[in-house]
């Protein structure tokens, strides 16, 4: 039986790198003009294998959004807003604290700026699940100005398809535990940020945004001020381009709830995720109770 879904595994990950959607290139040279800058970026966050890559491709469609993959570095320059050293370099060159602030502000986003102004869109959006560790200094990198999309998913999934894919983000050993650990941290600094700043952060619950995509959507981008595009739901049509994300994801072609694998684990380690986000882990709606 292992064998088996060991082969399925494998064979579903030939059938989605096949028919993945051809990479977006940049065909023209961009000059990027202070004056046309986004100043109110959307980014994208939530813990690995909450759906984050799902809700790229969805706002990547919109007729008014740029959503490429994962950018790693924009964390780094908001962190040089706290390195003392960088400060006095900047203030050699006779920038103020806040000049310093908008030149980092500029520097991260200048690839960002130039795919928006490629692909003719308004906005640029970012989806990197590293960024749920560094809320705080990104938000002060934009001035308190970007909005963030929180995607949510069932812990235990979470927790499940990291610990299946031993992916490890700390140094815990036990690989099971590792996962579980990661999950919780991730999900307390999405939810201390967002009581901190309610009115920038709008959440994206999975199995809701897979039940009624359209509806979802609307108020998400409602809350952004823009308008539901229908492309969005057509984003299989559509290229994107992609970097490390799963290749499984590249290929999809429909919004399909996948819930409740966890519930393949033995039975201690379905109890320790309990034990670990209470008693509604045991309910198959987790945010929809929470919100309730």
């Known amino acids: 039986m292992r064998r088996r879904h060991g082969l399925i595994w494998y064979w579903n990950r030939i059938k989605t790198y096949v028919g993945r959607p051809r990479m977006i290139v940049q065909t023209k040279p961009v000059v990027i003009d202070d004056a046309e800058r986004c100043e109110n970026p ?47 370099g900047y203030e050699a060159f006779g920038y103020s604290r806040e000049e310093m602030r908008q030149d980092l502000a500029r520097k991260a986003s200048s690839l960002h700026e130039a795919f928006r102004i490629a692909t003719e869109k308004k906005i640029w959006a970012d989806k990197t699940p590293q960024y749920t560790d560094h809320l705080d200094a990104i938000d002060r990198l934009y001035g308190g100005k970007a909005r963030f999309v929180l995607v949510l998913r069932h812990p235990g999934d979470i927790v499940h398809s990291i610990y299946k894919r031993d992916w490890r983000f700390n140094e815990i050993a036990d690989g099971f535990e590792s996962a579980l650990a990661h999950v919780k941290a991730s999900i307390e600094n999405l939810l201390a940020f967002e009581a901190a700043q309610p009115d920038r952060c709008i959440r994206i619950v999975y199995r809701e945004l897979c039940d009624d995509p359209e509806g ?17 739901l057509e984003f299989a049509d559509k290229d994107h381009n992609f970097d490390l994300e799963d290749p499984v994801v590249r290929g999809t072609k429909a919004i399909t709830l996948n819930t409740g694998a966890w519930r393949s684990l033995s039975q201690a ?16 709606a987790f945010w929809v109770a929470e919100a309730a």
Not at 42 to 52: D, L
């Open 216 to 232: 979802v959507l609307s108020g998400v981008l409602e809350r952004l001020g823009l308008e539901f595009d229908p492309g969005m």
């Open 269 to 284: 380690q379905q109890a320790r995720i309990v034990e670990t986000f209470g008693a509604r882990a045991g309910e198959t």
């Open 42 to 88: 959307i980014f994208i966050v939530g813990a690995h294998r909450s759906g984050t890559s799902l809700v790229r491709r969805l706002f990547n469609s919109h007729r008014d959004i740029a959503c490429p993959p994962e950018s790693f570095f924009i964390a780094n320059y908001a962190q040089m807003l706290d390195d003392t050293f960088v400060g006095a």
